[in-house]
T-cell receptor, first 113, second 116 residues
């Protein structure tokens, strides 16, 4: 069965520092992978997705993610964090039925000035 | 336009009330979803509609009743809810899955439901 693990419940970084959020998935076939961001009380916004092809994926707001099949990982990165990036981040993998996502438990990001 | 709209933004209801949540998208998506989200938790899938037909029901209590009147609209009818049903209810839409392909889901801003 598919599953997603986000090992870091909470991360604190300084504004301007680099960021990496970890995501590990379990899926037998080629996974469909997604990163979403959620600000307090808001819906989820898609940051980027991986379907196939280039393993380095560019997204919105300066985020990128790298798919590593050998490590079953899809880590999210940003070279320089802004205070507005403080939010909850969810990694998700698409399921066998296609219309079903499996979400990780999320990583809460705090940005300090 | 990648917008999914949800009304109302906030809803307070008693345990004997009947209310409905509404969701609308105009992206031509044929799959629509209802999720429930508790604070500091990931969204939990409740229902999936594919081409206006219910395709997934994640063993949701019958006090939640979904409806998909047409390809753009999705409703969630609420009746006799419990205080533990208080949560953020999210609607999402996507292209319908083809042969196991998972397309990105676009989420609405949610309805914050409080059951008193």
């Amino acid at each position: 069965a598919q599953s997603v693990t986000q090992p870091d419940i909470h991360i604190t970084v300084s504004e301007g520092a680099s960021l990496e959020l970890r995501c590990n998935y379990s899926y037998g076939a080629t996974p469909y992978l997604f990163w979403y961001v959620q600000s307090p009380g808001q819906g989820l916004q898609l940051l980027l997705k991986y379907f196939s092809g280039d393993t380095l994926v560019q997204g919105i707001k300066g985020f990128e993610a790298e798919f590593k099949r050998s490590q079953s990982s899809f880590n999210l990165r940003k070279p320089s964090v802004h205070w507005s990036d403080a939010a909850e981040y969810f990694c998700a993998v698409g399921g066998d039925t296609g219309n079903q996502f499996y979400f990780g438990t999320g990583t809460s990001l705090t940005v300090i000035p | 336009d990648t917008e999914v709209t949800q009304t109302p933004k906030h809803l307070v209801m008693g345990m004997t009330n009947k209310k409905s949540l509404k969701c609308e998208q105009h992206m031509g998506h044929r799959a629509m979803y209802w999720y429930k989200q508790k604070a500091k938790k990931p969204p939990e899938l409740m229902f999936v509609y594919s081409y206006e037909k219910l395709s997934i029901n994640e063993s949701v209590p019958s006090r939640f009743s979904p409806e998909c009147p047409n390809s753009s609209l999705l409703n969630l009818h609420l009746h006799a809810l419990q205080p533990e049903d208080s949560a953020l209810y999210l609607c999402a839409s996507s292209q319908d899955s083809l042969a196991g392909v998972s397309y990105e889901q676009y989420f609405g801003p949610g309805t914050r439901l409080t059951v008193t």
